[in-house]
């Protein structure tokens, strides 16, 4: 059972930590503990996050970085994944990035995300190069989660692997008569035109993960 009281900086942790997790989807570091919560150093940190454990406010998983759970009956929606990140993605021109058969692979890299963001999908992520669509809020250096679908909807945002050129690119789909229309979000950039022979869906977009400034 938590304990019934809490330091104020205890409780300034956990609040920090619930807001985190909310805002970006993963949990925070320890230095982002340390830095948003003004605390001197990051010892000073660990020590609180061991005293909140024990008192069964959250878990600490030591094997992965940002292993942070939230408990208190919040467990299941705080649960955290490991996500592979697999290649990088052009938002902007196609660039060549690991074949599609690889993408299901585990990954050495990754990111730990809360559980709720994944839903059971079978998900992966990917680092995104360039800025065609920076009208969609996605800049360069940001990662996306994708669900590993073979097929979108209208106007939804995926990764298109081209089969000729042998790379891909993070776009709107569009289907037109007799090809496909790879819609940037950035009105000083063209769309790609394609044959619907040669797209092939390899995941549609379901969350962003903000690169640090």
């Known amino acids: 059972m938590a304990a ?9 942790i956990i609040t920090f930590i619930c807001e985190f997790l909310r805002d970006k989807g993963y949990p925070p570091s320890i230095r982002d503990i340390a830095d948003r919560c003004e605390i001197s ?24 970085s940002r292993g942070i759970e939230l408990l208190n009956n919040q467990q299941n929606s705080n649960r955290v994944v490991h996500i592979p990140i697999v290649g990088s993605i052009a938002a902007g021109e ?7 058969d690889s993408w299901n692979i ?4 990754g990111i730990e995300v809360a559980a709720e963001l994944t839903k059971g ?12 669509m920076v009208d969609a809020l996605i800049k360069d250096g940001d990662i996306v989660l994708m669900d590993f ?9 995926a990764a298109v692997w081209l089969k000729r050129e042998q790379e891909v690119t993070l776009k709107k789909v569009f289907a037109e008569p007799n090809r496909i229309r ?8 063209k769309p790609i ?12 977009v379901i969350a962003i993960i903000r690169a640090m400034p």
């Open 94 to 100: 196609p660039i060549p990035v690991p074949a599609p």
């Open 182 to 189: 790879l819609e940037p979000a950035n009105t000083q950039m």
């Open 121 to 132: 999908k079978q998900v992966y992520a990917l680092r995104v190069k360039g800025n065609s």
């Open 149 to 157: 679908v073979s097929s979108v909807e209208e106007g939804e945002m």
């Open 106 to 109: 585990p990954s050495s890299e």
């Open 193 to 204: 035109y394609t044959s619907s022979g040669n797209a092939e869906i390899q995941g549609r």
């Open 41 to 64: 150093s990051t010892s000073v940190v660990a020590y609180n996050l061991d005293r909140l454990e024990e008192a069964g406010y959250i878990r600490r998983h030591s094997d992965i």
């Open 4 to 12: 019934k009281v809490l330091s104020s900086r205890q409780k300034r």
